[in-house]
């Protein structure tokens, strides 16, 4: 906007000496009297200091005015006038802006190097501060997130790097925050997009993965004999405590070993026959006792 009405001003200028140059001549003939030509110039020169002092603020921006070099005001949304020469007007924005962060190389407390990147959420709170306290304050506080990420990695574990992604955001958000706080700009969010490691450990973690997965697989497998022992044991108590059961049982795993019937021999004997001598097997074992 200010180049605009730099350039507007230029262009009133020019069209001054134009007029100038074409006015004298007329003078000189007597058409136009050095009244007329002295009110003219003068109405022009009013114009051009009141249009080119004209300025738009956005309603995401807040203008903010130095007179003389001194602050003096901050304008609001709207149109509004500054003196030109005398006044200068800097806009700042209000809205989120997003900066990220690029690729960091830290060390972490069990001696791991790793690369992070981040993005940092932040805006304007006052716009007199972000103009009067700090040149540039969004260099400013990308540089600041750098350094705030690098000495935050540096005093936690891998581990806990990997597992509390939110929380170490978090703690880096509230060291940039309080720093930032003096310069009119508050950080809403830090958040942390991606943390490479090294081949190697790559490769250490991939294994302890694969070994953590093997264990439970064992421990899985080994639930399950322990739950179908159990059902075994308890489905045995029931038959033998059936008249015939352990008979229809034998029968059902005979027809299962060899489903084709032509090629089956079955010896059938009476269950009298088995449960004489179950009986003769336990008078004699008493006896012996």
Do not use: H
Request: glycine share 6%.
């Amino acid at each position: 906007m200010e180049n605009k009405s730099q350039n507007l001003l230029s262009s009133i200028i020019t069209f001054l000496i134009v007029i100038f140059i074409i006015i004298y001549p007329l003078n000189q003939m007597g058409i136009i009297s050095d009244k007329s030509i002295f009110i003219s110039i003068l109405i022009l020169i009013f114009l051009s200091f009141i249009i080119g002092g004209l300025r738009v603020i956005n309603q995401f921006e807040r203008g903010v005015v130095l007179t003389l070099g001194k602050y003096t005001s901050t304008k609001q949304p709207g149109l509004t006038w500054i003196l030109i020469g005398i006044q200068k007007m800097i806009k700042v924005d209000l809205r989120i802006i997003t900066a990220t962060i690029p690729q960091q190389e830290a060390i972490t407390k069990d001696n791991v190097p790793v690369g992070i990147n981040a993005v940092v959420y932040f805006r304007v709170e006052s716009a007199e501060k972000a103009v009067l306290e700090i040149e540039n304050f969004q260099s400013a506080v990308k540089e600041y997130a750098q350094g705030a990420l690098r000495d935050t990695i540096g005093g936690i574990e891998l581990d806990s790097l990997l597992a509390e992604r939110e929380k170490i955001a978090q703690e880096i958000k509230k060291i940039v925050d309080a720093a930032t706080t003096e310069w009119g700009v508050s950080v809403t969010d830090i958040k942390i997009q991606d943390i490479e490691l090294p081949a190697d450990m790559k490769r250490v973690m991939a294994k302890q993965a694969e070994s953590e997965r093997e264990r439970r697989s064992a421990i899985i497998k080994a639930e399950g004999e322990y739950a179908a022992a159990e059902r075994l044991s308890q489905a045995a108590n029931i038959l033998s405590n059936t008249p015939g059961g352990i008979a229809v049982r034998t029968l059902q795993t005979i027809e299962k070993i060899n489903p084709d019937p032509s090629k089956t021999v079955i010896f059938v004997l009476p269950i009298e026959f088995l449960e004489g001598i179950r009986a003769l097997s336990q008078f004699l074992k008493d006896k012996v006792n």
